[in-house]
């Protein structure tokens, strides 16, 4: 694929790494590419960062066409920069997009368009360990109608944001409430894809959280509200009376690649790791008579992170007194030891560019 390349003429100075939190600071440059159906993916080009313009019409605005992927590009101590899986985030929006009835992207295509937007955007990947260089693909419908129906147009573009820790207490545990209200997905919607709405649905349950000062909430099955899924950014496992337990993938839930990665680098510990079906019953009463050792969630932004408090039905419980745990711990170390290139990666799972 050819992909045309117009610089900026006003280059932005770098963020203090130290400050950078998460999604708040972005690339100079932006990568661009248009649909059309019987045209297909054309004019692929990496342009100025900078607003776009939409019809008053565009099906994005009116009917939620849009998908997008989370990744990120790591500094290593020798200067050079890696990927971590970006096969699985270019399949992933793949099988997003069939879902959403939105145009597939050539494998090859994809992980060209990014490597090519990293290498002009090195000097954006910042140097400190826990920070990298989010990087952000996404799609949307632009039919220029307002007619429901399967789009002729789309726009793909990738954008980038140097990055700290997604939540602002960094490794310490994060406090989560489950939530028994809104739903987040049912089998058969959009849960187990990435798309823009279901992230727009869980707000209203995400603000009862915070305004009692919880992180994130934990969402439970649509029609039974009775088993746990997944939190609003990443998956979770439990360490319950030694068991290591992480709701199985019904169809309602993200299949995270950190998720995943976190299940064979727990297997390459000699943890069992059971994907079954947990009940918010099993977790209170686990909870409630000390047996719910660990608790953490895994995503690409969110990373590993410890969650030292639950809140469910008006109760507070305190998990493994509020601190990070054994597992957790080692499991963190790892991950971002394979990410971040200062463990060796035997699952040959980085993307050197
Ligand atoms: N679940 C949801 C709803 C998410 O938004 C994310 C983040 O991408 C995850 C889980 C974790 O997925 P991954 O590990 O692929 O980033
Ligand atoms: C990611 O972890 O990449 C995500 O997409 C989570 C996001 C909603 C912040």
Same mark, same amino acid.
């Given at each position: 694929m050819e992909i045309k390349i117009t610089?900026?003429?006003?280059?932005?100075?770098?963020?203090?790494?130290?400050?950078?939190?998460?999604?708040?600071?972005?690339?100079?440059?932006m990568f661009i590419m248009d649909y059309e159906a019987g045209k297909g993916w054309h004019n692929a080009r990496i342009v100025?960062?900078g607003?776009i313009s939409l019809h008053?019409?565009s099906t994005v605005?009116?009917?939620?066409a849009e998908i997008?992927?989370?990744?990120?590009?790591?500094?290593?101590?020798?200067?050079?920069?890696?990927?971590?899986?970006?096969?699985?985030?270019?399949?992933?929006m793949?099988?997003?997009a069939?879902?959403?009835?939105l145009p597939k992207i050539d494998?090859?295509d994809f992980?060209q368009a990014?490597?090519?937007f990293?290498?002009?955007?090195?000097?954006?990947?910042?140097?400190?360990?826990?920070?990298?260089?989010?990087?952000?693909p996404y799609m949307f419908g632009n039919d220029e109608t307002?007619?429901?129906?399967t789009v002729k147009r789309a726009t793909f573009m990738i954008i980038?944001?140097?990055?700290?820790?997604?939540?602002?207490?960094?490794?310490?545990?994060?406090?989560?409430?489950?939530?028994?209200?809104?739903?987040?997905?049912?089998?058969?919607?959009?849960?187990?894809?990435?798309?823009?709405?279901?992230? +727009?649905?869980? /707000?209203?349950?995400? =603000?009862? &959280?915070?305004?009692? $000062?919880?992180?994130? @909430?934990?969402?439970?099955? *649509?029609?039974?509200?009775?088993?746990?899924?997944?939190?609003?950014?990443?998956?979770?496992?439990?360490?319950?009376?030694?068991?290591?337990?992480?709701?199985?993938?019904?169809?309602?839930?993200?299949?995270?690649?950190?998720?995943?990665?976190?299940?064979?680098?727990?297997?390459?510990?000699?943890?069992?790791?059971?994907?079954?079906?947990?009940?918010?019953?099993?977790?209170?009463? +686990?909870?409630? /008579?000390?047996?719910? =050792?660990? &608790?953490?969630?895994? $995503?690409?932004?969110? @990373?590993?992170?410890?969650? *030292?408090?639950?809140?469910?039905?008006?109760?507070?419980?305190?998990?493994?007194?509020?601190?990070?745990?054994?597992?957790?711990?080692?499991?963190?170390?790892?991950?971002?030891?394979?990410?971040?290139?200062?463990?060796?990666?035997?699952?040959?799972?980085?993307?050197?560019?």
């Open positions: 610089k900026t003429q006003n280059p932005t100075e770098l963020a203090e790494e130290g400050t950078l939190g998460f999604g708040k600071h972005f690339t100079d440059h100025p960062f607003y008053p019409a605005l009116h009917y939620g997008f992927e989370g990744l990120k590009a790591y500094r290593l101590a020798d200067g050079s920069i890696q990927l971590f899986r970006p096969m699985e985030n270019i399949r992933r793949n099988d997003s069939d879902r959403m009835c494998e090859q992980l990014l490597c090519e990293v290498k002009l955007e090195e000097r954006f990947v910042p140097h400190s360990f826990g920070t990298s260089l989010y990087l952000r307002l007619g429901v129906h980038g944001s140097p990055s700290g820790s997604y939540y602002a207490e960094g490794i310490n545990p994060v406090k989560i409430m489950i939530e028994n209200e809104d739903v987040r997905a049912v089998k058969g919607g959009t849960g187990a894809v990435k798309c823009g709405g279901n992230y +727009a649905a869980s /707000n209203r349950a995400g =603000e009862k &959280a915070s305004r009692v $000062g919880y992180s994130q @909430v934990l969402w439970l099955d *649509g029609v039974h509200r009775k088993y746990i899924e997944e939190v609003g950014a990443m998956n979770v496992m439990f360490k319950i009376d030694g068991e290591i337990v992480t709701p199985m993938l019904t169809g309602s839930i993200l299949p995270g690649i950190t998720r995943k990665s976190c299940i064979e680098v727990l297997k390459s510990f000699g943890y069992k790791v059971n994907e079954r079906l947990l009940s918010v019953d099993e977790l209170i009463e +686990a909870l409630e /008579n000390g047996k719910l =050792e660990e &608790a953490w969630g895994t $995503g690409t932004a969110a @990373v590993v992170s410890p969650i *030292g408090r639950f809140s469910y039905a008006g109760k507070e419980y305190d998990v493994n007194g509020g601190k990070i745990g054994e597992v957790t711990r080692k499991l963190y170390d790892t991950l971002t030891g394979i990410q971040w290139g200062k463990v060796e990666d035997t699952f040959n799972w980085t993307y050197k560019l």
